[in-house]
Each structure stands twice: as structure tokens, then as C-alpha cells.
């Protein structure tokens, strides 16, 4: 069952050690069939080097194992509920990779201060609140998408455009089209949030980058006039202008 799928997501997952996201097994890779309505993530607790193809678990989006031999990831509630609440995205990584983990740590926003920022993130990544002491003991990874999906809906954040959030105290969740552009954005978080810390321990200065760089910055690879790379709309006739 999903065999394609199962294998895309294994190669997403064993990308995560490799961009040094994760430490230990502390990070799952998720990615959906929309169509079947069943989604592919990592195996519980297995070490990344011990891991094989066929260990990947087939989820539906009632939470049920429908194939495998393996529990599912302990963070499979959570992205089951980010499936059914964020409908475009097709595939989710969660980690705790340090620089990003400082941030849901102080409970803040990774800022956008800079176009590494920008390409990637249409606004500064939002910092979900806390999870409540009830919200913990009911049902914790279930109320961990909850409260990010309400965090999204209370500001107003398009998750297409923002495709990341950080869970106070907890760790950052990406998302995308697909399990390997999931882990690209999860790689971006990362890198954005050493950029932010460093940015903020050099000065006590405002250091968003004003709304028209960031325009620029994440339509030029984004959007129906993007330039940016080899396939967009305008990438061949964008460089006509720069003569």
C-alpha cells in the first residue's frame, strides 16, 4: 500500500540527520494521498540508521493505523489534525532542531529580519501559545495541532504562505506540497531562527525587513510573476529587464 509514497517519505525522513535538523530519533517526517485520504509517517522511537522503507506506518485521517507493523510516530495525532485543517499541504516534518527550539523556548515569534527570511516565510513565523495543563493530560498531541491551527486562525496567517510554527516550550512543525518541501522549509526555520538570534543579540534596533523587500523577496518565488529559478512564470523573460 502507498509503496511510493512510504519510500518518498523514508528518503524525507533520513534527510533530517543529514541537514542536522535532528538529534537522535527526535523528528518525523510525514506526507498524504489526498485522494486515498490515508497519510505515511515515521515509525515511533526507531533509530534513523536502523530504519527501513517498509517500517513506515499508513495512517488514515481518523488517526487509525491501516498498515504496519510499527506504532506510528507519538506526534501522529498532531499531523493528523494538520491534514484536515490546513487542506493544501501534502506533507509535514516536525523536529527539534536547537536554533528554533530557542525560540518556541522564549515563547516568541522568529522574526523576518532578513530575505533568507523572506523567500521562504511571508511574514513573521508565529509562535503558538503554551499547552495548558488540561490540554496536556487529555489528549497532548492531538490539542499540540489544535493550538497551532487556532493560533493560525486567530491571526490570521495563511499557512500556505507561513508554511512553518513554532509551540511555545515544545519545538517547530513545518509543512509543504510534498515531504521534501517540508523538510526544505524546515531547513529554512532553522537557519531563519540562527539568523533572527544572532540579529537580536547585535542590536536592540527594529530589525524587520520592510513590507516591500519582503514582497519582493517571497513573490519573485512565489505567485503568478515569480522569476525566481528555472520554471517559473518569468523566469526566462525576468532577465530581459536587467540589460
Known amino acids: 500500500m502507498l509503496e511510493d509514497l512510504k519510500k518518498g517519505v523514508y528518503d524525507a525522513n533520513m534527510r533530517l540527520p543529514q541537514l542536522g535538523l535532528v538529534t537522535f530519533t527526535w523528528g518525523n517526517v510525514s506526507a498524504i494521498d489526498r485522494d486515498k485520504g490515508l497519510f505515511v509517517i515515521k515509525p515511533s522511537g526507531v ?46 516534518v516536525h523536529t527539534h532542531s536547537p536554533w528554533a527550539v530557542s525560540f518556541a523556548a522564549a515563547k516568541m515569534d522568529i522574526p523576518a529580519v532578513s530575505t533568507t527570511h523572506a523567500d521562504t516565510f511571508y511574514g513573521d513565523i508565529p509562535c503558538a501559545p503554551a499547552l495548558t495543563k488540561k490540554q ?18 486567530r491571526r490570521g496567517v495563511d499557512p500556505d504562505a507561513v508554511p512553518a510554527v513554532l509551540v511555545s516550550q515544545h519545538g517547530p512543525f513545518a509543512w509543504g506540497p510534498t515531504a521534501d518541501k ?12 540562527e539568523i533572527s ?26 505567485g503568478k510573476n515569480a522569476y525566481y529559478g528555472q520554471n517559473n512564470a518569468k523566469s526566462k523573460s525576468h532577465a530581459e529587464h536587467e540589460k
Open 136 to 153: 496536556i493530560e487529555e489528549a497532548y498531541e492531538l490539542n499540540t495541532g489544535k493550538v497551532i491551527v487556532d493560533e493560525f486562525e
Open 47 to 92: 533509530e534513523y540508521d536502523k530504519m527501513k522503507p517498509s517500517d513506515m506506518v499508513v495512517v488514515d485521517l481518523d488517526g487509525k493505523v491501516v498498515e504496519g507493523d510499527m506504532n506510528p510516530s507519538s506526534d501522529t495525532p498532531t499531523h493528523t489534525y494538520l491534514y484536515n485543517h490546513f487542506p493544501n499541504i501534502g506533507g509535514i
Open 197 to 222: 538570534y544572532h540579529a537580536l543579540q547585535l542590536t536592540r534596533d527594529e530589525t524587520h525587513v520592510p513590507q516591500y523587500l519582503l514582497d519582493k523577496h517571497y513573490y519573485r518565488k512565489h
Open 182 to 193: 517540508a523538510v526544505y522549509n524546515a531547513k529554512v526555520l532553522e537557519v531563519s531562527a
